[in-house]
């Protein structure tokens, strides 16, 4: 019965690992179809995902927010989220606003940045991918208190940054691959140091997880089990034998 359940447990992880290949091939596909421009995407949460997207308008940094306790390469920093007018013709409301995760800033405390310092500029024309917008928490509030202008916020929660912005925000993010203006230099000529920006986002890892390594050790406790039960069936026998000759 051991070896059964371990059995069993193999085969559910193997197929966790066709369930992350398959979503991995997914993603893959949205990741590397060309950019669309917002009005473009699905209307489905879901299926507008990681999905390559243009966006080009007005950057209003007197309403930026800062998403704290972030990391990048095991170094602690933030990510600066400043709302985005967007240019008529990108399908957007009027009234409402994108919020473009524009990088990674390193804060010795994950909290407190000069957010000032980070402004690029007063336009975008860049191209990223989407992640979502929550829907509140049941955790708590989002907000977490720090010195700078900028409203501090622990996770994406469409909520709490309606409240920031003072606006009616995207039900998605945009996180900046790149920018037109990043190869800006300055009129000194082009040996001249590029304008400072944020870290720029990275495509997410789309690796497999562990469930491989999981399958093999669990059909190698079923191979225990059997080859342990084997054994203790034959020294039983082998006992029995040795008693009758007896």
């Known amino acids: 019965m051991v070896a059964l359940g371990c059995v069993r447990l193999g085969f559910w992880q193997l197929s966790r ?19 669309v421009v917002p009005s473009e995407l699905p209307r489905d949460s879901a299926s507008r995902m990681f999905r390559h997207v243009r966006i080009a308008g007005r950057y209003d940094y007197a309403h930026e927010i800062v998403f704290v306790h972030r990391a990048r390469d095991g170094v602690p920093g933030v ?6 007018r967007p240019d008529s013709g990108a399908g957007i409301a009027a009234d409402t606003v994108i919020l473009v995760d524009r ?12 957010e000032a310092q980070w402004r690029e500029g007063a336009r975008v024309n860049g191209i990223g991918y989407v992640a979502p917008v929550g829907r509140g928490s049941a955790k708590g509030t989002a907000v977490v208190p720090g010195a700078g202008t900028a409203v501090r916020l622990r996770w994406l929660d469409r ?3 309606t409240q920031a912005v003072g606006a009616p925000v995207a039900d998605f993010v945009i996180v900046l691959e790149s920018d037109s203006n990043d190869a800006a230099v300055s009129p000194a000529g082009p040996a001249a140091p590029a304008r400072k920006v944020p870290a720029r986002g990275m495509p997410p890892a789309l690796d497999e997880g562990p469930h491989f390594n999981y399958a093999v050790q669990w059909f190698a406790f079923a191979l225990i089990a059997i080859v342990g039960s084997a054994w203790v069936v034959a020294s039983r026998r082998e006992s029995s034998r040795t008693e009758s000759r007896k």
Request: no cysteine.
């Open 17 to 35: 690992l066709a369930e992350r290949r398959s979503r991995n091939a997914v993603l893959t596909g949205r990741l590397e179809a060309s950019p």
């Open 159 to 161: 909520v709490a940054a």
């Open 103 to 114: 990088g990674f800033v390193y804060s010795p405390d994950a909290v407190t940045v000069d």
């Open 79 to 84: 990510h600066l989220a400043t709302p985005v």
